[in-house]
């Protein structure tokens, strides 16, 4: 049992004396560095077997006066010698603005929304999601046999909107969401029943089915200037009568809806959107 031991401790000690001398073997010297220095290797890919060595730990360079020496006298360049010194590469460089970057006072603050440009002050049109519909045109498509559409209108409560727009032919600005643009909306005008203000949002049924989107009469015309980052400036073909208005944001592409038959399920326009409200007082 004894001589059993003995035989596997002097095999392990052979083993790792050959596998020490190896690695010794394997080790990046100051002769191999001036070797690939003379076959006219670039400094890049020296240094990247420098780099690919240390992270084995197998370098093993002389960097005194002497070493140094003999490394000048073989034409080793000094970024070669700086590795060799230091072989880790250097730290990812950080790039600080030299100045802080500021909003740009020509145009309405980063954040998604409508703004109403008021001499140089930028106004918030508050905004809300469109929650709350309901079907109009059930007695003309009764009366008519279902020969005439029904249709969707989403509404806003309260009489009047609390965004008051003093000016006849206002300029507003759209900061839209990432992935849209000033295509994505249309200024319609609001139509007062009672104690809210509702608009047209889609139709069904009827001889020509149905469709989704506002009713091109209470379409305001205008033009859309691309002006920034996410930012377009809107203008007005004309002015505006008092009134209430909003951007609708939510309809796009006009797409045909089914229409149900006499009494049965039909479909509606798409209720989903956002809406900036506001009116222009008399």
Do not use: C
């Amino acid at each position: 049992m004894k001589r059993l031991t003995s035989l596997l401790a002097a095999l392990f000690l052979l083993l790792a004396s050959t596998t020490w001398s190896q690695q010794l073997g394997k080790r990046i010297t100051n002769k191999d560095v001036i070797d690939m220095a003379s076959l006219g290797l670039s400094d890049d890919l020296i240094i990247a077997k420098i780099r690919g060595a240390a992270a084995g730990g197998t370098l093993q360079f002389d960097t005194s006066v002497d070493g140094l020496k003999e490394l000048k006298a073989a034409k080793v360049s000094d970024d070669i010698i700086k590795v060799m010194i230091n072989p880790a590469p250097p730290a990812a460089q950080v790039v600080v603005a030299a100045t802080p970057i500021s909003n740009d006072p020509n145009l309405p603050p980063p954040e998604v929304g409508v703004y109403w440009k008021n001499s140089n002050a930028f106004i918030l049109i508050e905004g809300q999601a469109i929650s709350q519909t309901k079907v109009g045109g059930k007695a003309g498509s009764m009366f008519t046999y279902g020969m005439r559409n029904e249709h969707w209108d989403a509404f806003l409560n309260g009489p009047q909107s609390k965004n008051v727009i003093n000016d006849r032919q206002p300029v507003f600005y759209l900061y839209v969401p990432d992935g849209t643009s000033s295509s994505d909306f249309v200024l319609i005008i609001l139509e007062k029943k009672g104690d809210r203000r509702e608009f047209q949002i889609g139709s069904f049924g009827g001889i020509t089915g149905g469709k989704s989107g506002v009713k091109r009469d209470k379409e305001v015309a205008f033009t859309a200037e691309h002006a920034g980052i996410r930012t377009y400036k809107i203008k007005l073909a004309a002015g505006m009568k008092p009134g209430e208005y909003a951007f609708f944001m939510g309809t796009g592409q006009q797409s045909t809806m089914a229409g149900g038959s006499s009494g049965g399920a039909r479909s509606g326009g798409a209720a989903s959107g956002r809406v900036y409200d506001f009116r222009i007082p008399d």
